[in-house]
C-alpha cells in the first residue's frame, strides 16, 4: 500500500459544479497537508495548506482534513475552466521530517 | 517566492546518451530538489542538492545514474546517464519555503517548469 492514495481520474464537470477530489494516507504521522495544482507543462504550485485537522476556506476552494480516517479533502466551488488543471496532494510529518509525500495527482477537465 | 527557471525544457535523446538539466534560481537558496515525475506517478524525489557538499540521494537513486552538482546557492545541475526508455519523465528542480500556521511550521516547494525528456 502506497503511503498517499489518490484516483489519477481524469474528472470531468460542467462548469459551476462543485468539485470534491480527495486523497487517503496511512501514515498517521502526517501533520501537514498541502494541495498543489499543476497546469499543463507547468511546475506544481501550492495552492492551499493545513496543519493537523479541520477545515480552511480560500475564496472558492476548502480544503478539509480528517485525521482520524486519514482522509483529505479539496472542495471546488463554482467550478471555472480556468480550474482544469491536475491537483496533487502532499503531506509531511514535520519536526524535521518537512519533505512532502506526493499522491499521484487527479486531473481535473472542467468544460464550458 | 522564487522563481525558478530551467534548461532546457524538453529534449529527445536516445538511449545510451546522458543529459544535463540546468535549475537556475532567481534568489539564494539553502535547500534545492531534484524531483521526477513520470506519467501516472506521484512526484518521487530523487535528491537534494547541497551546496558544497555530495547531494543526499534517496532510497532507489544513484548517484553514478544522477550526478548532481550544486556549485553555489543559486544553481545545480541534474545529469540523467546511460539513459534508457525508462528514464523518460518530467524532471523539477524545486526549493522550499517557509509556511507558518500559528505555531507550526513547515516548508512548501516551489517548483520550476520541469523538463520534458523522452528516451527513444
Known amino acids: 500500500q502506497k503511503e498517499v492514495e489518490q484516483d489519477p481520474g481524469p474528472l470531468s464537470v460542467p462548469e459551476g459544479a462543485i468539485v470534491s477530489l480527495n486523497c487517503t494516507y496511512s501514515?498517521?504521522?502526517?501533520?501537514?497537508f498541502m494541495w498543489y495544482r499543476q497546469y499543463s507543462r507547468k511546475g506544481p504550485e501550492l495552492l492551499m495548506y493545513t496543519y493537523s485537522s479541520g477545515n480552511k476556506e480560500d475564496g472558492r476552494f476548502t480544503a478539509q482534513v480528517d485525521k482520524s480516517s486519514k482522509y483529505i479533502s479539496l472542495f471546488i466551488r463554482d467550478s471555472q475552466p480556468s480550474d482544469s488543471a491536475t491537483y496533487l496532494c502532499a503531506m509531511s510529518a514535520g519536526g524535521g521530517s518537512y519533505i512532502p509525500t506526493f499522491g499521484r495527482g487527479t486531473s481535473l477537465i472542467v468544460h464550458p | 517566492s522564487a522563481v525558478i527557471s530551467q534548461k532546457p525544457s524538453r529534449d529527445i535523446c536516445q538511449r545510451g546518451t546522458s543529459l544535463t538539466i540546468q535549475c537556475q534560481v532567481d534568489s539564494q537558496v539553502t535547500m534545492m530538489f531534484w524531483y521526477r515525475q513520470q506519467p501516472g506517478q506521484s512526484l518521487t524525489l530523487i535528491a537534494t542538492?547541497?551546496?558544497?557538499?555530495?547531494?543526499?540521494?534517496e532510497s532507489g537513486f544513484v548517484i553514478d545514474k544522477f550526478p548532481i552538482s550544486r556549485p553555489n546557492l543559486t544553481f545545480s545541475t541534474l545529469t540523467v546517464s546511460n539513459m534508457s526508455p525508462e528514464d523518460s519523465s518530467i524532471y523539477l528542480c524545486?526549493?522550499?519555503?517557509?509556511?507558518?500556521?500559528?505555531?507550526?511550521?513547515?516548508?512548501?516547494?516551489?517548483f520550476g517548469p520541469g523538463t520534458r525528456l523522452t528516451v527513444t
Open positions: 542538492a547541497n551546496q558544497g557538499s555530495e547531494a543526499t540521494y
Open positions: 524545486s526549493v522550499e519555503a517557509e509556511l507558518t500556521s500559528g505555531r507550526a511550521v513547515t516548508y512548501e516547494q516551489y
Open positions: 501514515n498517521s504521522a502526517f501533520q501537514y
